[in-house]
């Protein structure tokens, strides 16, 4: 692959994530993209709480979902965007810690279809705990640019 | 049922949901809570946007997971607080309206595991549209009272 | 619709059916196939248990797996076939009777992506007891007809 | 871990597995037991197959389900039973081959509930391809044996 396209697959991402709301909302940063991976970030702050002060399971989602779409998008052809079509996620510890880092790669690229995974690990004093799985599936709509 | 634990449960779902900062970040409310049915809505508003203008499909999530998991907690003891293990989520059409009614409701009530399901629907001009379908399994923590 | 287009779609999926070999090898049955409603019967014998003398999760999820898919199948063209992209299972309740019934239906009917539920009964002395609830997505080949 | 305990763990997923009429009827072997990691082989003869003459989904789904929750029983302790509470599987290639591969492994080990993953390869010619990927949800059911 060459450079430029790779320079490509970043800045559709970069500009992808700028424009999500949702992810300023929470205050997720995007920390790294590389082809079939991305990382992002989430402070833990009092705004994403759920009732027992852990990172509500939502927003865990989010993040997870978010960071396996873009997995698949750095796949994807220039003039495609990507969909989630459904994504199954275990939480399987508390997301305690004083940041959130989910890292979704991509298990299967198709033409169409995109099958996806996230962990999603609660980082205290630089260890990391997996608190979260998700599996996901992304449709391609080809033809159809982000922007 | 008695009115008095009818209205406990009610009780319980409205103080823990109000305890949740992630649901009142995101504009979320409490519609309404019945034995094994709970109702959230979330106005369509810029801050849970993705990169298209509809609800960020995580957002979704978070309405769905939150609607399903109070729906569950009212067929749960006083002293027993209720956990989301896993959630599964189709994404089916654009959540695009003027708000989002998620209502989530009991299938299956067990002693330690409850079963559930969410509908998210879009409403524009009072017409719903179906965006989102998900099933969700709850583990109950007995004798560990919500607060 | 006329009743020649649905002779269409019942003869499509009984013909499918016909073909699985797996179904026949569990006994399953085709009990009945309407538009976006399809029903599976599996009799209670020895070769589908599990180590307790219930039915197979495994088998549970074969027959609902099918129920659903020829449900999403009943609501596309002549000349389409339909591919089980992936399945959510909850098992609820031991799968155990004379027999199991799968009823699987069409929720949202897209071009592309069919999304379907099933509900898999217990028969007990004509009792029917809600063991397993699937969430399922089905993928349209537009062109690419069963046979 | 002492070599008595490993034994035993061997010996309690063999007996189990033995007793399963359903991964008989599919002709489906277990190969390999080691804590957390369990592997199922199935070789591919027309018993199995569907429509289009590969593998089942529902069959495919019968393997990674066993291999996974068998897993999970290499966690737990003698006087202790596991139950699938729930599993997603993705389907992501054809399963065509000579043989399909279903590996269960377990992700996060819990006291009541344990997660799992299973990926499924088909082999043509020593060839391994990834064909589907499950997450799965197992409960732990002490003080009931599995016999």
């Known amino acids: ?6 320079l ?3 800045e559709r ?3 992808s994530f700028g424009r999500q709301n949702a992810m300023a909302l929470i205050q997720a940063n995007l920390a790294d993209v590389q082809q079939g991976l991305v990382e992002i970030h989430l402070p833990h702050w009092h705004g994403v709480e759920q009732q027992h002060g852990f990172v509500h ?3 865990v989602g989010m993040i997870a979902d978010s960071a396996a779409g873009y997995a698949a998008m750095t796949m994807t052809p220039d003039d495609a965007s990507v969909l989630s079509v459904e994504f199954k996620l275990n939480l399987m510890a508390p997301a305690d810690g004083e940041m959130l880092v989910a890292r979704g790669k991509v ?3 198709g033409r169409t279809l995109i099958v996806t995974q996230a962990e999603v690990f609660a980082v205290r004093e630089g ?5 979260a799985l ?3 599936t992304i449709m391609v709509m080809h033809g159809k640019p982000e922007r």
């Open 134 to 136: 998700m599996q996901q």
């Open 8 to 10: 490509d697959f970043v």
């Open 57 to 59: 399971g939502g927003v």
């Open 13 to 15: 991402v970069r500009a």
């Open 107 to 109: 298990v299967r690229p």
């Open 127 to 131: 260890n990391e705990t997996l608190c």
């Open 1 to 6: 692959m060459s450079s430029v396209s790779e």
